[in-house]
């Protein structure tokens, strides 16, 4: 089994800031990409940030100058560097992970349960 857990969530004021964690483990064979989504109540999914395995990142315009994505490969631990932060950045952040389990050919997406970010005004 593998499992993504996050924490580093929480209530914070505009402009200022949060740092979120996400740990895999597990069964992990490798590890192609990790990253972060969000979602705020009544909209998609969105894609906040993406490390890749080859070290490139790519951000969403929205936090691009604010946000940054980092990634600890010997931990299998990605973080999420939240700066000036907005209320428009309230949402619930989901880590995700792109990976082969032990027990598997193919790579799959793998996802954490969420944690709350709140900024407010």
């Known amino acids: 089994q593998v499992q993504l857990v996050e924490s580093g969530g929480g209530l914070v004021q505009a402009r200022g800031s949060l740092r979120l964690s996400c740990a895999a483990s597990?069964?992990?064979?490798?590890?192609?990409?990790m990253g972060w989504y969000r979602q705020a109540p009544g909209k998609q999914r969105e894609l906040v940030a993406a490390?890749?395995?080859?070290?490139?990142?790519n951000y969403a315009d929205s936090v691009k100058g604010r946000f940054t994505i980092s990634r600890d490969n010997a931990k299998n631990t990605v973080y999420l560097q939240m700066n000036s932060l907005k209320p428009e950045d309230t949402a619930v952040y989901y880590c995700?992970?792109?990976?082969?389990?032990?027990?598997?050919?193919?790579?799959?997406?793998?996802w954490g349960q969420g944690t709350q970010v709140t900024v407010s005004s």
């Open positions: 490390h890749t395995d080859d070290g490139s990142t």
């Open positions: 597990g069964r992990i064979g490798s590890i192609n990409a």
């Open positions: 995700n992970a792109r990976l082969r389990s032990l027990d598997a050919n193919l790579y799959s997406d793998y």
